[in-house]
């Protein structure tokens, strides 16, 4: 089933009703601020993390994982000086590499500094899988990324740079299936992070089979090798993706997944499974835990069908009367991010981590 034609360059985000054709693409040249006059560089890092939390997972994807650091102008020279640390969550096929020309950074962050926001450590994890897509979850088909993000990589930040290690002075964000990492990890791990947030957050809902699309089923159910799943379109890709994630099984290779279809009838227990993954699905589940976050924001494009998901969550909030903010801007799902980036998610990480918090820590290796 072919795509539709796209002019600009793109990556797929997750399409995730189980036979829904329509892709949404996540174009790589979005709209760029302009640059900030006088503002002053920051540093990169490329390194790579050890993912305790992967190892030994089915479909042999890498425990080593690519990390991009983003140190503040003022970091080098004040060598006591200790930050804050954002971590964002890239979308469906793409890593954090490509993730990082789509946010625009380092230019966003420069700008976004010049602009008043106070300084942090940005850090931008890889956690791009076999099939293009970890879902930020827990699987022994995947590994489990949603440990790998809260944990390994907080705790290896904290060890190798200078770094406030405190759960107030950790932001978590996302877009697209990052933005559904952020909600699905900033619900379960309020003690790593205190505040949140989501921008156009996919897969929200639980989802429905819909209507058998044998062609679809027929294709998935053929694959038997990563070079087969690498030539699927990007959507019957993101179903397999899914599938490692939330209906994992030791017992089934050569992928160790279930699909919710099999000869086009629907399967009841993977469709549950699914279901269960859902946000909106468990989100009452950790009402406790959503408020004590010191922040929580979303937001989402006038013409980006996530908006009607997002707008759910920012209602469930609202229900329980956990304070956040919530705003439909206008633009498509990808066209905005790195300006959303620059002017609004830095600036309100600025806003509501704890930059004064100065505690020593023990028994840790000295960062740098």
């Known amino acids: ?5 796209v002019v600009a360059a793109f990556a ?3 399409p995730l009703a189980l036979t829904d054709a329509r892709p949404l693409l996540a174009q790589v040249q979005t709209n760029v601020p302009p640059v900030v006059a006088g503002a002053k560089p920051v540093t990169v890092d490329h390194i790579r993390v ?18 991009l650091v983003f140190l503040p102008p003022s970091y080098a020279k004040e060598k006591t000086r200790r930050y804050p640390v954002v971590y964002a969550l890239h979308g469906y096929s793409i890593g954090a590499e490509q993730w990082s020309h789509e946010i625009h950074v380092p230019q966003t962050i420069e700008g976004a500094f010049a602009r008043g926001a ?3 450590i940005v850090v931008l994890p890889d956690s791009k899988t076999l099939h293009n897509g970890s879902m930020y979850s827990s699987s022994v088909t995947t590994g489990d990324f949603e440990r790998f993000v809260s944990h390994d990589v907080v705790a290896y930040v904290d060890a190798h740079y200078r770094t406030i290690p405190d759960r107030r002075s950790r932001g978590l964000v996302g877009h697209s299936m990052g933005g559904y990492g952020a909600t699905r990890i900033g619900m379960k791990h309020p003690d790593v992070f205190g505040t949140l947030y ?12 819909g209507p058998a699309n044998p062609q679809i089923d027929s294709v998935l159910q053929a694959v038997k090798s990563p070079e087969q799943s690498a030539s699927l379109p990007f959507f019957a890709r993101a179903q397999l993706a899914s599938a490692a994630a939330w209906s994992p099984n030791p017992k089934n290779p050569p992928l160790y997944l279930d699909l919710p279809l099999q ?6 227990d993977v469709v549950a499974k699914w279901a269960a993954n859902a946000p909106l699905a468990f989100v009452d589940q950790y009402i406790g835990n959503l408020r004590m976050y010191r922040g929580i924001a979303m937001d989402v494009g006038d013409k980006d069908g996530l908006r009607v998901d997002a707008g759910k969550l920012h209602e469930v909030l609202d229900r329980y009367g956990i304070t ?7 633009g498509t799902h990808t066209s ?6 620059q002017n609004h998610v830095l600036p309100f990480f600025s806003e509501h981590l704890d930059a004064s918090i100065q505690r020593k820590r023990s028994g840790v290796s000295a960062a740098r």
């Open 263 to 268: 000869n086009g009838t629907p399967r009841p």
């Open 324 to 330: 956040n903010t919530f705003e439909v801007y206008s």
């Open 198 to 209: 989501i921008m156009s957050p996919c897969c929200l809902s639980p989802r429905g089979t």
């Open 118 to 120: 106070g300084e942090m």
């Open 336 to 341: 905005d991010v790195a300006d959303r980036f």
């Open 50 to 67: 050890h993912g305790t939390s992967l190892e030994g997972n089915l479909e042999g994807d890498a425990v080593d994982r690519d990390v």
């Open 1 to 5: 089933m072919a795509l539709p034609r």
């Open 12 to 14: 797929l985000v997750l």
